[in-house]
């Protein structure tokens, strides 16, 4: 409930403002233009100025020359140098190419002399070819011995046996008699299955399973 105000005070109101003024417009001035542009365009017979125009000095006409026609025999031969190129003739294109061939030969001989390694090749004959170190295809390639597969024997395979029995469920009860069989490839690719070895071939025992089977029976 609103306080009523103290006697004698006048009571606080909000203030309103304005939100929109409406201004008369000076119209007067654009009527004055619109009534002064409607009498010049009365005074004038229909609504446009009469304008005369200069008339031309005597003599004027005499002093403009037509150009000379262009003669057919320069078109022909205007005609001729734009096809065969900045209006040289036959002659002088073939003494051109003439000039070029030279300066290319003449440019090609002074580089041979400068060249001291052709000098020398020409008076100290060919070198006598190094003789050939590549074994023959014949000859049998030397056995990698950290590569064994299914077939091979020797101690190599003897220890890759018993390392294999150092690891749990891989060679279990496996022979050590220093050949590689079936079995022992087996054990190989199980080994290299259940500890993820991609680097050799599946039962071949190679660089990286090698180095992971050393690295887990190095005791």
């Given at each position: 409930m609103s306080t009523p105000p103290a006697p004698g005070r006048p009571e606080r109101r909000r203030t309103l403002e304005p939100t929109r003024v409406l201004r008369r417009r000076r119209t007067e001035?654009?009527?004055?233009l619109m009534r002064e542009h409607d009498e010049a365009m009365a005074a004038v017979p229909e609504g446009y100025e009469a304008?005369?125009?200069?008339?031309?000095?005597?003599?004027?006409?005499?002093a403009t020359q037509e150009?000379?026609?262009?003669a057919p025999r320069r078109r022909a031969q205007r005609r001729e140098q734009a096809e065969t190129g900045f209006g040289f003739g036959p002659n002088l294109r073939r003494?051109?190419?003439v000039v070029a061939v030279g300066a290319a030969a003449l440019v090609g001989f002074g580089s041979a002399l400068l060249l001291p390694g052709n000098a020398q090749g020409e008076e100290a004959g060919p070198a006598p070819s190094a003789p050939s170190t590549a074994p023959s295809a014949s000859?049998?390639?030397?056995?990698d011995p950290g590569f064994l597969k299914e077939?091979?024997?020797?101690?190599?395979?003897?220890?890759?046996?018993?390392?294999?029995?150092?690891?749990?469920d891989v060679y279990t009860d496996g022979a050590t008699s220093g050949s590689y069989d079936t079995a022992l490839a087996e054990a190989v690719a199980r080994f290299q299955l259940w500890y993820g070895i991609r680097g050799d071939e599946t039962g071949v025992y190679g660089d990286d399973t090698r180095k992971d089977l050393e690295s887990r029976t190095a005791s």
């Amino acid at each position: 409930m609103s306080t009523p105000p103290a006697p004698g005070r006048p009571e606080r109101r909000r203030t309103l403002e304005p939100t929109r003024v409406l201004r008369r417009r000076r119209t007067e001035a654009l009527a004055q233009l619109m009534r002064e542009h409607d009498e010049a365009m009365a005074a004038v017979p229909e609504g446009y100025e009469a304008v005369t125009l200069p008339s031309p000095a005597p003599g004027a006409e005499d002093a403009t020359q037509e150009l000379p026609p262009v003669a057919p025999r320069r078109r022909a031969q205007r005609r001729e140098q734009a096809e065969t190129g900045f209006g040289f003739g036959p002659n002088l294109r073939r003494v051109a190419v003439v000039v070029a061939v030279g300066a290319a030969a003449l440019v090609g001989f002074g580089s041979a002399l400068l060249l001291p390694g052709n000098a020398q090749g020409e008076e100290a004959g060919p070198a006598p070819s190094a003789p050939s170190t590549a074994p023959s295809a014949s000859a049998p390639a030397a056995a990698d011995p950290g590569f064994l597969k299914e077939g091979d024997s020797g101690p190599e395979v003897t220890e890759l046996q018993e390392r294999l029995l150092r690891i749990p469920d891989v060679y279990t009860d496996g022979a050590t008699s220093g050949s590689y069989d079936t079995a022992l490839a087996e054990a190989v690719a199980r080994f290299q299955l259940w500890y993820g070895i991609r680097g050799d071939e599946t039962g071949v025992y190679g660089d990286d399973t090698r180095k992971d089977l050393e690295s887990r029976t190095a005791s």
